[in-house]
């Protein structure tokens, strides 16, 4: 299935950029080895092909038995608190309340089977080995595996050592990965006897390490395989030894030595440049980082191109990468020259800039295409606030945390959010304005997780800005003392700061931080009995967003989420399904999961009052799994928990329990996509037929795409065999599942055959 911004990979593995060569055998035996134990570590050394392996065995894994697989990338990653959350983030999960990732990810893979992936561990090995212990005595449908150059020494662990390809006298799997690099390098290239037994020679050479003969075929586009045999058996020079390094570690560091000795110099200064980089990167954050010097705005492009064709750096889209033992060595080149500082505070730079103005920026157009650039570049955010801290540049620390409070917020990473404001506020002088603005951040972040612990945080930004005279400051300290007392059940309170609030925010010209503020009071009236009032405060709010000329977007949807409740209260049920459905189409285009959980579940409430009971099972199930995915219902607010336990019971007393949990069940086991696409028909109504009735025929391109689907291609495989983009096979697939009425790709098949057959 495809998932919308923000969402995460829900069982997605990586795209194979290239074929799979050799190790038939050892796939068999991790194979055999996932099916004994729950956990299995494939170690090795750097270089010698553990992700591929683990790749394939969790693709082939995934197929064969049904299983969800969730593969989890950590090499980005430098801070160990910070894995739950990584791996909270892969499953899909948001954080939503209280709860710890470690819980929400343990909670998520307690029901069902399911293969997790955890990537390049050795540097987190303590941190992996308790995620891994807890999900073992937890969780028992899933199993683990993990990649890692030592093993995770964990009670019940498979150890699954792999070693460098074999190369044996006729050729072998090293010859044939060569071949088969080197044909892609040279199209056309013959290989005949006298070639394969060049390579034989090389590939020995180079101790049958993968990434060394990966590198090597590559550089056959600019020399004889003759000459380059030559020239590694005269000794690549090495710029420096892997300080305790095996011989096969140096045979590959040479390896590496040589692709460097090969590319130009500015090229060169481009790979210990992009080093700075933790995961996926754009170009304009490498045109940024990287410019200066012999780098002139031409040379960097040609540069980077460059990098590209000897493949140092990988490709994907809008995006590019280094795989890590390449990165590594540009990281230590950058600290032979004493550039990694200054790279480090470019990279800080770039990234709080795209910080801030997605934040200042939160009320133009373009809003969705920001998020989804921050949401691509997580690990790059982390890195920079990590960065930031170990420098001492507090400031500049502060200043990201606090630009990142709606993107936090709406990406459901309200835990990760407060474990940064947490840190960065810990070096904030007592009552400086950056660190009210910090406070106003954590405690906003702790309000939408109904934690009392706002309120203390609240009073104290409130103080610093009426102390500092800054309107901007104000006004935020205002909002979050807003929603923080009404957590606490201070609704005087909370009315008083709405107020003075939304003076100061509008007469700031703040409109994204004052509609905001208006949806947040207007959600505290509903809950009190006044939803005329609210009503008419957000039929406001639309004009003003109407003015400004703004698209729609997460304003609108906030916004339109609460006219809905109003409208429910005052029983116009027809206007509060409108406003619920286009509120969950356009907050979901962001990712924002705890606005899918909030209009699902009044929509349930809508079709109760309606009559159409199975239609709201239906969606009570499917606003659960999305609760489920924040770690608890209704941000604990216990009016409207009131009010969903009372739907739940009349539903039950006239569907009986049997039906309402079938029901219940469909949804919950729907897509979000699917959920979405059947929620928005016919003005949200969920038909009281069987599945098969409620059927639409796909379009031919549909079909084509739904039996490539079958066949196990994934989206992007498929994109490539039918020359198009992604993003359109990705919608494809959103709208084959939510006609076809099933909940995962697998079932796909199985519906196909049902349809040809009919």
Same mark, same amino acid.
């Given at each position: 299935?495809t ?16 074929d ?14 996932l099916g ?50 990584t ?17 929400a ?8 089977n ?8 050795e540097?987190l ?14 969780a028992?449908?899933? =199993? ?8 995770? !020494? ?11 390809? /074999?190369?044996q ?10 071949? *088969? ?12 006897? &006298? ?5 034989t020679?090389?590939c020995?050479?180079l101790d049958?390490?993968p ?25 690549v ?14 045979t ?11 590319c ?7 790979? &210990? ?13 490498a ?11 031409a ?18 889209? &809008? ?19 004493? =550039?990694t ?15 801030r103005?997605?934040d ?6 373009g ?15 982390? %890195?920079?606030? +990590? ?13 990201l ?6 993107y936090?917020?709406?990406s459901?990473?309200a ?6 404001c ?7 002088? /007592? ?8 406070? *106003?951040?954590?405690a ?5 997780q ?9 009073? &104290?930004a ?39 609030? =939304? ?6 010209a703040?409109?994204?931080?004052a509609? =905001? ?17 609210a ?8 004009r003003?967003?109407?003015e ?12 339109l989420y ?5 409208r ?5 049920y ?21 606005g899918?959980a909030?209009?699902?579940?009044n ?13 709201a ?6 606003a ?10 209704l941000?604990? !607010? ?8 009372e739907?739940? %019971? ?17 949804g ?8 979405? +696409?059947?929620? *928005? ?7 009281e037929? /069987?599945?098969?009735? %409620?059927q639409?025929?796909l ?8 039996q490539?689907?079958a ?17 359109t096979?990705?919608v ?27």
């Open positions: 299935m998932q919308e911004p923000g969402v995460g990979p829900m069982g997605g593995l990586p795209l194979e950029a290239t799979f060569v050799g190790r038939g055998g050892e796939l068999g035996a991790l194979e055999a080895a004994q134990s729950r956990l299995v570590t494939v170690t090795g050394p750097g270089g010698v092909g553990k992700t591929r392996l683990a790749l394939r065995a969790a693709r082939r894994f995934r197929d064969t038995h049904g299983h969800g697989a969730f593969w989890v990338e950590l090499s980005a990653l430098t801070d160990p608190a910070l894995l739950p959350h791996v909270a983030s892969a499953l899909g999960l948001a954080q939503g309340d209280a709860v710890s990732a470690l819980d990810v343990v909670r998520r893979l307690q029901t069902g399911s293969l997790l992936v955890l990537d390049t561990c540097h090995v303590d941190a992996c080995a308790e995620l891994a212990q807890a999900l073992l005595r937890h028992g449908g899933v =199993t683990v595996l993990a990649t890692s150059r030592q093993s995770l !020494n964990v009670s019940g662990e498979y150890v699954f050592s792999v070693g460098p390809l /074999p190369v006298a006729d050729g072998g799997d090293a010859v044939e990965l060569f071949v *088969s690099r080197a044909q892609a390098a040279v199209p056309g290239l013959v290989v005949d006897e &006298e070639v394969r037994e060049l390579a020679r090389l020995r050479s049958g390490m990434l060394a003969i990966e590198l090597a075929a590559v550089r056959l586009r600019a020399l004889p395989l003759s000459v380059l045999i030559e020239h590694f058996a005269n000794g020079p090495l710029l420096a030894r892997l300080r305790g390094g095996t011989p096969r570690h140096e590959l560091r040479a390896a590496i030595d040589w692709s460097f000795g090969l130009t110099q500015a090229e060169q200064v481009l790979w &210990e440049r992009l080093s700075v980089f933790s995961g996926p990167f754009d170009f304009e954050a045109q940024y980082v990287c410019a200066g010097g012999i780098l002139d705005p040379e960097l492009v040609e540069s980077l191109a460059g990098l590209v064709d000897k493949s140092v750096l990988i490709r994907d889209g &809008e995006w590019y990468r280094m795989l890590d033992m390449i990165r590594e060595y540009g990281a230590e080149l950058a600290r032979s020259a004493g =550039t500082d200054t790279l480090r505070e470019g990279h800080g730079v770039y990234y709080t800039e795209l910080a103005i997605f200042r920026d939160f009320d133009s157009a809003q969705l295409a920001r998020f989804t650039t921050l949401r691509h570049q997580d690990g790059q955010l982390r %890195r920079a606030l +990590e960065n930031a801290l170990d420098a001492g540049r507090y400031q500049q620390a502060a200043l945390a606090r630009s990142l409070w709606m936090w917020f709406i459901g990473r835990t990760e959010g407060r474990y940064w947490y840190r960065v506020a810990e070096h904030l002088a /007592p009552g400086t304005s950056e660190r009210a603005w910090v406070l *106003s951040t954590n906003y972040l702790a309000a939408s109904a934690d009392a612990a706002s309120y203390g945080m609240a009073e &104290e409130m103080a610093i800005a009426t102390a500092v005279d800054d309107p901007a400051l104000t006004g935020r300290a205002h909002q979050v003392m807003h929603i923080s007392a009404a957590t606490v059940g201070k609704v005087q309170e909370a009315y008083a700061a709405a107020e003075r609030g =939304t003076a100061i925010l509008r007469a700031a703040d409109l994204s931080s509609v =905001t503020l208006e949806a947040q009071q207007g959600f505290i009236e509903v809950a009190v009995g006044d939803a005329r009032k009503l008419e405060t957000m039929e406001r709010n639309l003003r967003l109407d400004h000329g703004l698209e729609p977007g997460w304003l609108h949807a906030t916004t609460v006219q809905s409740l109003a429910y209260e005052l029983a116009e027809p206007g509060a399904t409108t406003a619920a459905v286009t509120a969950l189409r356009l907050g979901t285009r962001m990712g924002d999961v705890l899918a909030c209009n699902l579940e929509l349930a409430w809508i079709a109760t009052r309606t009559g159409r009971h199975e239609s099972a239906w969606l009570l199930g499917a659960d799994t999305q609760w489920n995915r924040l770690g608890g219902r941000i604990g !607010n216990p009016v409207m928990e009131q009010r969903h336990q739907i739940e %019971r009349e539903l039950r007393g006239s569907l009986t329990d049997e039906r309402f949990e079938a029901r219940w069940h469909e919950a086991t729907h897509p979000l996509a699917a959920v979405i +696409e059947r929620a *928005s028909a016919g003005g949200g109504a969920i038909a037929l /069987p599945a098969g009735k %409620r639409k025929p379009t031919p391109r549909e079909r084509e795409v739904a490539l689907v066949q196990g291609l994934s989206n992007r495989e498929i994109a490539e065999h039918l020359v198009l983009s992604k993003r096979i990705d494809h697939v959103e709208h084959i599942l939510a006609k076809l009425g099933v909940g995962s790709r697998q079932d796909i098949a199985a519906r196909l055959e049902d349809t040809d057959g009919s």
